[in-house]
Each structure stands twice: as structure tokens, then as C-alpha cells.
């Protein structure tokens, strides 16, 4: 079992930055590929970025390349999210997530444990 718990969102004005934490229960947090979906209202839950239980494989999503970075520190059990550059469209509620095994996954159904989610909002 692993439990997650997300701080880090709020309100910027668009071209800041954020920097969103996950911490996560669970002695084995670093068997856990970890990733951070959002949602916007209306629409559906994306991807932004997955990276492995090793930290050798990252995936970002094509609209956030080169803006966000996922990281993640096994010894606290934690990843975080850190967004640069951030546009009104990355509104959404940000959720960090995580399943056991290796290799990434684009899908939220592939996806085991979520946490409660925080609200990003990105004023023009």
C-alpha cells in the first residue's frame, strides 16, 4: 500500500513557476513508478510526466517539454514537479500517482494509487 499526499499548488501568473511535492508512504516507495496526471474542468485526466523507480526513464507529455521536470528522492519518498514557464491552459488539478513495476505508463487505469490532488491556476 502506498499513500500520497500532494502540497505545492496555487495560484501564478502566467510565465511563473510552481513546484508541486508528493510524499508517499510505504516502505517500498522505490519499487513504485511514479507519475503527475492533471484535469482540467471538462476535460479529461492527462499525463504531464512519469519517471521509473530507477530515475533512468522519464516520460513528459509534448505540452509541457522543456518546461516541467520530475524528480523524485527514494530516500524521502518523495517526487516533485517543478513548472516553469506556466501557461493559463496548465490550469487543472494536479495528481500526484504511482504503481508498482517497471516502465512507463501513459494511462491513469495502468496507475494503482493517487493522491487527493492540488489546484494549479495560471491567471494571464
Known amino acids: 500500500q502506498v499513500q500520497l499526499v500532494e502540497s505545492g499548488g496555487g495560484l501564478v501568473q502566467a510565465g511563473g513557476s510552481l513546484r508541486l511535492s508528493c510524499a508517499a508512504s510505504?516502505?517500498?516507495?522505490?519499487?513504485?513508478?511514479m507519475g503527475w496526471f492533471r484535469q482540467a474542468p471538462g476535460k479529461e485526466r492527462e499525463i504531464v510526466a512519469a519517471?521509473?523507480?530507477?530515475?533512468?526513464?522519464?516520460y513528459y507529455a509534448d505540452s509541457v517539454k522543456g518546461r516541467f521536470t520530475i524528480s523524485r528522492d527514494n530516500a524521502k519518498n518523495t517526487v516533485s514537479l517543478q513548472m516553469n514557464s506556466l501557461k493559463p491552459e496548465d490550469t487543472a488539478i494536479y495528481y500526484c500517482?504511482?504503481?508498482?513495476?517497471?516502465?512507463?505508463?501513459?494511462?491513469?487505469?495502468?496507475?494503482?494509487?493517487w493522491g487527493q490532488g492540488t489546484q494549479v491556476t495560471v491567471s494571464s
Open positions: 510505504g516502505r517500498t516507495f522505490g519499487s513504485y513508478t
Open positions: 500517482t504511482a504503481y508498482l513495476g517497471v516502465g512507463i505508463r501513459v494511462r491513469s487505469r495502468d496507475y494503482d494509487y
Open positions: 519517471l521509473s523507480w530507477t530515475g533512468d526513464t522519464i
